[in-house]
């Protein structure tokens, strides 16, 4: 939300259909020479982020590669030319997708947060609009409790806190 990147806000991203993607990926083995241990490493692929994923990564404007289901056999075959490997590195649709804010319980320490609760939808425009009515009373502290509270208390600085304040946060992405 800020430029710093020190005001975030958590989405859930999902494709509207609900079905599995996979995602794009390399892979390599190796052997130690030393040991005769086979040393496996793997990374996933990003693209340039559509128009939703560009929103909710809004710092470097990436997103995973997702290939589908009819394109998985293509995406494995060894012989893959240049070319067939970029088409297939293309961003997702936006009509496909959606995104919505989420709670910042999810990436609480020290709590459990492998529960439902964690992928309900929250507006945080409430929470800011609450804080900013502190803000412009010249109350920081306010501002900050009333922020922190409402967001599961995390560690949010005044000066970031004004960054945002006047910031809408949109609460579900949609293709416009």
Request: hydrophobic share 35%.
């Amino acid at each position: 939300m800020d430029e710093q990147g020190t005001v975030k806000i958590p989405y859930y991203i999902t494709f509207r259909d609900q079905h599995v993607r996979s995602m794009a990926g390399l892979y390599s083995r190796w052997k130690d020479k030393e040991t005769g241990e086979y040393y496996y490493s793997y990374t996933v692929l990003t693209t340039r982020a559509n128009s939703i994923l560009e929103y909710v990564h809004n710092n470097k404007k990436r997103m995973p590669v997702f290939i589908a289901k009819e394109d998985e056999k293509a995406w494995l075959n060894k012989e893959l030319s240049q070319k067939d490997v970029l088409e297939l590195c293309q961003p997702s649709q936006d009509h496909a997708m959606r995104a919505f804010t989420i709670t910042k319980l999810l990436t609480t320490r020290n709590i459990v947060t492998n529960v439902p609760q964690v992928l309900e939808p929250m507006n945080y425009q409430m929470a800011i609009q609450e804080a900013n009515q502190y803000l412009i009373k010249g109350d920081k502290k306010k501002a900050l409790e009333a922020f922190k509270h409402s967001v599961s208390g995390e560690k949010i600085k005044i000066g970031d806190l004004e960054n945002v304040a006047n910031q809408e946060i949109i609460a579900e992405l949609e293709l416009k």
